[in-house]
């Protein structure tokens, strides 16, 4: 059975739920709920397993923290055998607007602390998902911003951009990164 794995990225814990820089657990969160399963804490990370035509989906949210998310998606490439060609990672990004999204088969981290501990670990060539958080925030406020929580106005933006971000999901593990690419970037504006 052809196995793939989709990493969300964000910090564990109650205080980090609903912030920007957890923008990838929010997407997994839609899609578990979408797809009626559960996360269970397994190593590294909180686990759900679901399948799509015949191929088995794991989602992964890392506990290992954003600068270390690299850990868990080796353990579980590792773990399950998984072709790094079927790996998904899902992120914020500062440098899109709130709502919009980019996907892309491969490339830099873009100075983004998870990416960048991945690709240390496993290199560049996997597909990632960056959805934009905005940058509204004065010089030296990054840090503050990507920790801050998403307004009311701010999720009714962002919310038709995570169900898009899941339908980005099903056709990746469906009809493989060039097809998805192709069909969803247009619409990531």
């Known amino acids: 059975m052809d196995k793939y794995l989709i990493c969300g990225l964000g910090n564990p814990g109650d205080e980090y739920a609903g912030t920007r820089h957890n923008t990838g657990f929010m997407v997994l969160d839609a899609f578990a709920k979408a797809s009626n399963i559960c996360f269970e804490d397994r190593r590294y990370g909180?686990?759900?397993e679901t399948s799509l035509k015949g191929r088995k989906v794991i989602l992964l949210k890392p506990t290992t923290f954003m600068n270390l998310s690299g850990n868990a998606v080796r353990y579980w490439l590792?773990?399950?055998n998984i072709d790094q060609k079927r790996l998904l990672v899902i992120s914020d990004d500062v440098a899109l607007p709130l709502?919009?999204?980019?996907l892309k088969a491969n490339g830099s981290?873009?100075?983004h602390n998870g990416?960048?501990?991945?690709?240390?670990?496993i290199g560049q060539d996997y597909a990632r998902l960056r959805m934009g958080i905005g940058h509204?925030?004065?010089r030296g406020?990054?840090?503050d911003w990507v920790l801050g929580h998403y307004s009311e106005e701010e999720m009714k933006v962002l919310t038709p951009a995570i169900e898009t971000a899941c339908d980005i999901i099903r056709s990746f593990v469906l009809?493989?990164?060039?097809?998805?690419?192709?069909?969803f970037n247009k619409l990531g504006k």
């Open 109 to 111: 981290n873009g100075g």
């Open 99 to 102: 709502g919009h999204f980019r």
């Open 136 to 138: 509204d925030y004065p």
């Open 175 to 183: 009809a493989g990164i060039d097809v998805t690419m192709n069909d």
């Open 78 to 80: 590792n773990k399950e």
């Open 141 to 143: 406020g990054q840090i």
């Open 46 to 48: 909180f686990v759900a």
């Open 115 to 121: 990416l960048g501990h991945i690709q240390q670990l």
